[in-house]
Nanobody
Framework: QVYLVESGGGLVQAGGSLRLSCATS????????MNWHRQAPGKQRELVAR???????EYADVVAGRFTISRNNARSTVYLQMNDLKPEDTAVYYC?????????WGRGTQVTVSS
């Protein structure tokens, strides 16, 4: 069984920072592309950032330059460093991978940015 467990969300003022973590188990983590997605109330879930097994990264335009995705293969964990947070970044943030022929999602962690 593949498990993804997010942590690190919370309430922060605009301009502040948070670091999200996603701990994984049940997969050979180092070979998988890992994504962070988010879903704000009343909106569709959207891709925030992606990191491939080789370290290549991709960001949504709205977070590029403010967010950084990284991975620690020894800890089977992917991170999302979020700086200069804005109220529009308020959402539930989800960790995602495609493994063993299936979409695998974590349960999410709430990020709330106050103005």
């Amino acid at each position: 069984q593949v498990y993804l467990v997010e942590s690190g969300g919370g309430l922060v003022q605009a301009g502040g920072s948070l670091r999200l973590s996603c701990a994984t188990s049940g997969i050979n983590f180092k070979i998988y592309t890992m994504n962070w997605h988010r879903q704000a109330p009343g909106k569709q879930r959207e891709l925030v950032a992606r990191i491939e097994s080789g370290g290549n990264t991709e960001y949504a335009d709205v977070v590029a330059g403010r967010f950084t995705i990284s991975r620690n293969n020894a800890r089977s964990t992917v991170y999302l460093q979020m700086n200069d947070l804005k109220p529009e970044d308020t959402a539930v943030y989800y960790c995602y991978t495609y493994a063993r022929g299936s979409d695998v999602w974590g349960r999410g962690t709430q990020v709330t940015v106050s103005s």
